[in-house]
Nanobody, 124 residues
Framework: QVQLVESGGGLVQAGGSLRLSCAPSGRTFSSYAMGWFRQAPGKEREFVARISWSGGSTHYADSVKGRFTISRDNAKNTVYLKMNSLKPEDTAVYFC?????????????????WGQGTQVTVSS
């Protein structure tokens, strides 16, 4: 069974940093585009960032542009989300996802595989 496993979440003060990791098990995702989404309590899941299978193309939500960086190491079969200058409004459960499609890929419906999520809490 294919699983995506996120790690690296936690509690951090506003202005701080965290790095999330996503490591698939059961198969390699080196040929898949990968994305990060987040969901805050009472809100819909929203797009955060995505990276192409090669790592050569990235796309970010306006709310995180300039603060978050998505990257991948296909040799380690791992995708990362480095989050800097965190704000209380970044508090959410963060999910990684994988898709065989290409393009901007901001819609959750465009992704085939999902992780269980990791909690990020930013205190003011």
């Amino acid at each position: 069974q294919v699983q995506l496993v996120e790690s690296g979440g936690g509690l951090v003060q506003a202005g701080g940093s965290l790095r999330l990791s996503c490591a698939p098990s059961g198969r390699t995702f080196s040929s898949y585009a990968m994305g990060w989404f987040r969901q805050a309590p009472g809100k819909e899941r929203e797009f955060v960032a995505r990276i192409s299978w090669s790592g050569g193309s990235t796309h970010y939500a306006d709310s995180v542009k300039g603060r978050f960086t998505i990257s991948r190491d296909n040799a380690k079969n791992t995708v990362y989300l480095k989050m800097n200058s965190l704000k209380p409004e970044d508090t959410a459960v963060y999910f990684c996802a994988a898709t065989q499609y290409s393009g901007i890929l901001v819609g959750a419906h465009e992704y085939d595989y999902w992780g269980q999520g990791t909690q990020v809490t930013v205190s003011s």
